[in-house]
C-alpha cells in the first residue's frame, strides 16, 4: 500500500479496528461500520472494506473481508490526514469499553486507544508528519 504523498497527491491507509476482548464478530462488524461513516464525513477519496487474509487453520472457507479493516484514500493535500486522525482518536474516546484503532502507512503503523490530549497530539503529530510530508 502506498501512502507516500508523491504517488500521484493520493495517500492509501489501512484502518484496522482492535476491539475489546468481550466483542463478537457481529458487534465488531457494526462498529467498524459506524467508524466507516464517520470517516467518510471527512474528504476521503474512497474507503472500502479490506479484502481478507488466509482462513484460519480448520476453516470451512476463506473470510471474503477482514472484520474491522478498511482501506482509505485521499489526498495528500488539504489536512486530510490529520483530520482522519483525529476522527478516530474522537471516536475512541467516545467508547465505553477499550477499542484499539492500528492506522498503516507504508508499512508503518501507528496503534490509537485512549490517551491524554498532550500524548495525544504528541504521537500523532509525528506520524502524520512521517506521511504528509509536513
Given at each position: ?19 475489546d476482548?468481550?466483542v ?51 489526498s ?9 486522525v ?8 467516545r ?8 492506522v ?22 509525528a506520524?502524520?508528519?512521517?506521511h504528509?510530508?509536513?
Amino acid at each position: 500500500m502506498n501512502g507516500s504523498p508523491e504517488a500521484g497527491g493520493v495517500i492509501r491507509v489501512r484502518v484496522e479496528l482492535l476491539p475489546d476482548a468481550d466483542v463478537d464478530a457481529d458487534l465488531h462488524d457494526r462498529l467498524t461500520r459506524r467508524l466507516r461513516r464517520e470517516l467518510s464525513e471527512v474528504g476521503v477519496e474512497s474507503i472500502r472494506t479490506a479484502p481478507g487474509g488466509p482462513a484460519p487453520e480448520g476453516a470451512k472457507s476463506p473470510d471474503p473481508v477482514t472484520v474491522g479493516a478498511l482501506l482509505v484514500a485521499f489526498s495528500a493535500s488539504g489536512g486530510v490526514f490529520t483530520s482522519l486522525v483525529g476522527v478516530l482518536q474522537d471516536w475512541l474516546d467516545r467508547q465505553s469499553a477499550r477499542h484499539r484503532i492500528v492506522v498503516t502507512v507504508d508499512g508503518d503503523s501507528l496503534e490509537l486507544e485512549r490517551a491524554t490530549a498532550a500524548e495525544r497530539r504528541e504521537l500523532i503529530g509525528a506520524f502524520v508528519r512521517r506521511h504528509s510530508g509536513g
